[in-house]
């Protein structure tokens, strides 16, 4: 196992911060010859070829990592799963629609297949260990939502803990590429505090299916939590 120098790596510009490490990162393994099962540079070292700052660099290897590109070993560092160019990273999908209403309805046909078929796997591959996140995020989100009447960020949190459930890298990737769509049905679509709130007790029954492991009622909640998502759509939008 081969341990690179960091040569060839160059501070970046300000803009494009995340993509431009991915990218710097793509050249370095290329023009290093690096494979499988090499060490990469330190997040402290990338920092400081870069000129970027950790929280940056960090966000990087964990779009490597949902790419299953990269792996990061505790107390060891971060080791390369196999090689990738700059030509492999995937650009953001774009939503072309004028109107929030007609983005969130495109998305939404998206996530109904996607939500769908995650929580019925996350219901039958789920861990002991898994359930305890799913459980800790559902009750984050149920203490803010009866605080606050709203859980936005909570409520996409918990939705990534059955993502993560499936133990399919495949669905974070599928997510990544959706990321800036997706995220929008959790920050107060139309100025309403309200959206989807009717959803709500929903979240419980689906983590009971994933819980009991029954993939039949994990994919019905999440259908009737999306239902409702779209109604509010409909409704708020007039």
């Given at each position: 196992m081969?341990?690179p120098?960091i040569d ?6 300000p803009a494009d ?9 793509a050249?370095?393994i290329a ?6 099962g090499d060490?990469?540079?330190t997040?402290?070292?990338?920092t400081e070829a870069?000129?970027v ?6 966000e990087?290897?964990?779009?490597l ?7 990061s ?8 799963l196999r090689?990738?160019s700059?030509?492999?990273?995937h650009m953001p999908?774009?939503?072309d ?15 109904r ?17 898994d359930?305890v ?6 009750d984050?989100?149920?203490?803010v939502h ?9 409520d996409?949190?918990?939705?990534l803990?059955?993502y993560d459930a499936?133990?399919n890298p495949?669905?974070?990737?599928l997510?990544e590429?959706?990321?800036e ?6 920050d107060?679509?139309?100025?309403r505090?309200?959206f989807?709130?009717?959803s709500?007790?929903?979240?419980r029954?689906?983590?009971d299916a994933?819980?009991d492991q ?13 239902d409702?998502?779209?109604?509010d759509i409909?409704?708020m939008?007039?």
């Amino acid at each position: 196992m081969r341990k690179p120098s960091i040569d060839g790596l160059s501070p970046l510009p300000p803009a494009d911060r995340v993509e431009s490490v991915l990218r710097a990162m793509a050249g370095f393994i290329a023009q290093s010859k690096l494979g499988a099962g090499d060490r990469l540079p330190t997040e402290r070292q990338l920092t400081e070829a870069l000129a970027v700052g950790r929280s940056t660099v960090r966000e990087a290897i964990s779009q490597l990592q949902v790419m299953g590109v990269v792996e990061s070993r505790k107390g060891s560092g971060t080791y390369l799963l196999r090689p990738f160019s700059a030509d492999a990273i995937h650009m953001p999908l774009v939503i072309d629609a004028a109107h929030l209403r007609d983005r969130l309805l495109q998305t939404l046909e998206v996530r109904r297949g996607i939500e769908m078929e995650a929580s019925a796997v996350a219901a039958l591959r789920r861990t002991p260990a898994d359930l305890v996140v799913i459980e800790e995020k559902l009750d984050q989100m149920e203490r803010v939502h009866i605080a606050k009447g709203t859980s936005g960020r909570e409520d996409l949190a918990y939705h990534l803990s059955i993502y993560d459930a499936t133990h399919n890298p495949l669905f974070r990737q599928l997510l990544e590429q959706i990321r800036e769509a997706f995220e929008s049905f959790f920050d107060e679509p139309f100025d309403r505090p309200d959206f989807a709130r009717r959803s709500f007790p929903f979240h419980r029954e689906l983590f009971d299916a994933i819980r009991d492991q029954d993939a039949p009622k994990a994919r019905a909640k999440t259908l009737a939590i999306l239902d409702i998502v779209e109604e509010d759509i409909k409704d708020m939008s007039q």
